[in-house]
Structures are given as structure tokens and as C-alpha cells.
């Protein structure tokens, strides 16, 4: 059993920021990874980012273009996603989810179907 509880959504205007939190158990929190996911409606579910928990390594979708950034603080079971410039196309629910294990070859999973457990979501509204 694992539980993962997403919070900081809200409604924005383009420009600003927001920072979303994923509070996890210290064993989920040490997992391989914990990625972040949106989807918006009528879309499918898309990768933004993802950090390990031993070595903080971090990986981010190209869809972002850098303004996103991921951290975590392992002292409270958190992980962060740090949001910059946000335009409406990044409207969507997002979900904080863990990676058990490592995937063969790049080790982060960016797909969905490879993640091993996933919160509830927080949705995020930018208007333009």
C-alpha cells in the first residue's frame, strides 16, 4: 500500500507561477523515482519531469521548455514541481507518481504504463 496526495493546483493568468507538492510515505519516497504527469481534457496523459530519490537526478519533457523545475526534500517525504511562465497550454490535471525500479536503458520511465502508483491529481488553469 502506498499513498501520494498532489496540492498547490489552482486557477492562474499566463506569466505566472505555481508550485505543486507530492507528499509520499518515506518508503515510496525511496523508490527509484517519482515523476510528474498532466493531462488535460480530452488528451492523453503526458510526461513533464521526473527526480531519484538517492542520486537527485532529474529528467524533463522538451514539452516544457525549461521553465519547470523538480526537487525534493526527502527530510519531509515531498516532492516539488516548480512552475515558471506558465502559458495555457499547461492546463491540465497534474499527478505526482512513483517508479519502483529503473526501466533498461535510460532508467526514468516517461510513459504511463511504466509507473508503479499514482496520487489523485491537483488541477492547473492558466488563462491567457
Known amino acids: 500500500q502506498v499513498q501520494l496526495l498532489e496540492s498547490g493546483g489552482g486557477s492562474v493568468q499566463a506569466g505566472d507561477s505555481l508550485t505543486l507538492s507530492c507528499v509520499a510515505s518515506?518508503?515510496?519516497?525511496?523508490?527509484?523515482?517519482t515523476g510528474w504527469l498532466r493531462q488535460a481534457p480530452g488528451k492523453e496523459r503526458e510526461f513533464v519531469a521526473a527526480i531519484k530519490w538517492g542520486g537527485g537526478g532529474t529528467y524533463y519533457s522538451d514539452s516544457i521548455k525549461g521553465r519547470f523545475t523538480v526537487s525534493r526534500d526527502n527530510a519531509k517525504d515531498t516532492v516539488y514541481l516548480h512552475m515558471n511562465n506558465l502559458q495555457p497550454e499547461d492546463t491540465a490535471v497534474y499527478y505526482c507518481?512513483?517508479?519502483?525500479?529503473?526501466?533498461?536503458?535510460?532508467?526514468?520511465?516517461?510513459?504511463?504504463?511504466?509507473?508503479?502508483?499514482w496520487g489523485q491529481g491537483t488541477r492547473v488553469a492558466v488563462s491567457s
Open positions: 518515506s518508503r515510496t519516497m525511496r523508490n527509484f523515482a
Open positions: 507518481a512513483e517508479q519502483f525500479t529503473p526501466v533498461t536503458g535510460r532508467g526514468f520511465a516517461t510513459e504511463w504504463t511504466q509507473f508503479d502508483a
